[in-house]
């Protein structure tokens, strides 16, 4: 089964849920794809706009060819790109996980909504059952907005 995991790493907090929860899926033997860990070879030496296009492009393509998308979402102060992941994926019709990282955050109606399951952890990354992940859409602790 192949992951698209999906989910900010602009501080070390968000790097290291990133980083667990990439220990998790792999322990579970899935083909995993972490945005995080692609790099565009000589991006550094190209304009930011062309970089841009080739992250997107790579990124998007990922997606296509993944079976889920899971997302480490921080509610409504998650990152757009995130949340591009999160409604691309419900537009072409993707299972989609939302691993709710920060359960004080209010979490938004579009977001739960547009996914296949919410979980309250990454931790239950570990149990989770990939293979059957409809009809368990919501869990008590989202405060949608």
Known sequence: MKVYLA???FNPIERANVERAKDILK???LDLFVPMEHFIEGGEDMPNNVWGQKVFKMDKEAIFQCDIVIALYYGLY???GTAWE???ANAINKKIVIVH???ESESSLMVVNGSTINI???EELSSLDFDNLYGK???SHIAQK
Request: contains cysteine; hydrophobic residues 30%; charged residues 20%.
């Open 120 to 122: 309250a952890n990454i």
């Open 137 to 139: 859409n919501f869990y």
């Open 101 to 103: 990282c920060d359960k």
């Open 7 to 9: 989910g900010p790493f």
């Open 27 to 29: 322990s579970r033997n």
């Open 86 to 88: 999160i409604g691309f």
């Open 78 to 80: 998650s990152d757009s």
